[in-house]
């Protein structure tokens, strides 16, 4: 069967991955590694093609006469909450030209069944990416599909939520060769060229705001992960993007890959973690083996938020993990949630000092949105911050998705952009920033990436 891969057009630089969405907060923009892990699968069985319309940049119009060029059978499509409107219209079109349309995406975890009844265009909605689901659907062998939404022959819409029970997956080595070679770019990457590689897929921690803790958590093999480095490797890739939700959940698996790395000597990537996951061993292992950058979840410089919403690890251990990160070498960037229902401008403030105090090489805010099958959405549900029927949300900050206790929408959005400037304008920031930049392409990337942040939060 001829089957395309889809990140559909937008009118904005869409990231639709992972069971989330939203825009770019800056201009950066990497490989959808739902996609990535489907075309794995994919290819193996059937005749794959892959448009990414978004790294492209084509407009609708474009992209049809695209996929008219390759006439699939099938289209497995990305869609996202914060692309909803756009995303149904332009694969309605699709469907209508005969093209059986699944898709993937936040908008359909936890309400594909409504979505189904929505949308008579859609066939199925994939709920896992790391599976077999999508080639039994294609094949119409309903029987053995796991995670998924579906409509039968008879018109009527199954789901199937089998336990996530399973500790581990092995799927076919991704294509990143069907994917462009430009049009993908990444603040922290060193080199122009990069790719995005997962090596787990899910999360074994419960933080209730986070659509990632509800996929379970299951790793990969460490032998199909390296063959698929080694692939990037003989394709003159060197630099890497680990999308694992955390690096170093099973520390001796973290470490056997570490000193794989570290024995190829040719590599520089970024990572995911947590400040509860990061020992002094295996950060002297990951620096060893070329990373340079770690992202790691702060949250908020509240210890009863933390509690609140089950991070599991407390404010002066943030501190001390960052500053442990930092002696080994290693950039950091930390990541904030604001805009929750407790949210005050004190708090806020108090955000924005713990960011200072952490000496953050960079910093991240994410707004806070009701993700569908989280927790937290139940509980902007019962509080009347979100309604059932909205599916709209930005966790980027082009708007703020949910009013707090104490501050309205566009206070809460006023306050993030001042929150934003007041971090990356400092003159002592911007000087250590010069300093260490390490090619012409980095210092490129990050003025870059500054001034679309700073255009976002005028």
Known sequence: MRVLLLNPPGERVYIRDYFCSKTSKSNYLFHPVDLLVLSGTLAEEHELSVLDCIAEGL????????IDTVAPEAVVSLVGSVSWEEDRVFLARQARRGRRILAIGDVLHGDAALRLAEEPWLEAALDDFA???????????HAGVQQATFRVPSGEIVTREEPRSAKSFRVPRPRHELFPSRGYRFSFSRKKTFATVLTDYGCPYPCSFCVISTLGFRVRAVEDVLEEIDALRAAGVRELFFMDQTFGV?????????????ERGDLSWTAFSRPDRVGDELLSAMARAGCHTLIMGVESASD?????????????????????????GLRTVGTFIIGL????????????????????DFMSLNMA???FGTPFR????????????DLVMDQAGTQATLSTSTLDRATMLRLKKRMVRRFYLRPSFLGRRLLAVGSWHEALAQVREGLALLRRNA
Do not use: M, W
């Not at 139940?378 to 509080?383: K, T």
């Open 304 to 328: 009863e938020l933390l509690a609140l919403y089950e991070k599991g690890y407390t404010v002066s251990l943030v501190v001390e993990a960052f500053a442990r990160v930092r002696r080994h």
């Open 131 to 141: 599976n077999e689901d999508v080639i039994k659907l294609l094949a119409g062998e």
């Open 369 to 371: 949105v009701p993700r």
């Open 250 to 262: 099973q520390e001796q698996r973290a470490l056997e890959l570490c000193a794989a790395l570290e």
């Open 59 to 66: 407009s609708p119009r474009a992209a049809e006469a695209r």
């Open 378 to 389: 139940a509980r902007a549900l019962d509080l009347g911050l979100t309604g059932s029927n």
């Open 341 to 360: 229902p407790e949210e005050s401008e004190a708090s806020l403030r108090a955000t924005l000092e713990l960011a200072l105090k952490l000496e953050l």
